[in-house]
Nanobody, 119 residues
Framework: VQLQASGGGLVQAGGSLRLSCKAS????????MGWFRQAPGLERQFVGG????????HYAESVKGRFAISRDNAQNTVSLQMNNLKPEDTALYYC?????????????WGQGTLVTVSS
């Protein structure tokens, strides 16, 4: 199983980034997908999750209205569009796969991509 996240980088506050995660080694369409993040010294935090078909989405309160998760089952990818970024969004972002559903628990985890938001 591989979950390869990309798209992180350095952006100024108010800017946007789009993260992408390419999945392989499992039947992607049978798994809900999610994004998590972990800032230095803090616990890992759920950011957002999307159901198998993409019709249900859940977000952390801190990102609602700014972030949008989507998936492409033909390409085995899940994306996270992040707008109006804030310095507190700085973290290592991971994608993950859940056999149960978009609210977890999550079974497979990727390596992560670093997002840094400057003030």
């Amino acid at each position: 199983v591989q979950l390869q996240a990309s798209g992180g980088g350095l952006v100024q506050a108010g800017g946007s980034l789009r993260l992408s995660c390419k999945a392989s080694g499992f039947t992607f369409r049978n798994y809900a997908m999610g994004w998590f993040r972990q800032a230095p010294g803090l616990e890992r935090q759920f950011v957002g999750g999307v159901s198998l078909s993409g019709n249900r989405k859940h977000y952390a309160e801190s990102v609602k209205g700014r972030f949008a998760i989507s998936r492409d089952n033909a390409q085995n990818t899940v994306s996270l569009q992040m707008n109006n970024l804030k310095p507190e969004d700085t973290a290592l972002y991971y994608c993950a796969a859940s056999r149960r559903g978009e609210t977890g628990p999550y079974n497979y985890w990727g390596q992560g991509t670093l997002v840094t938001v400057s003030s």
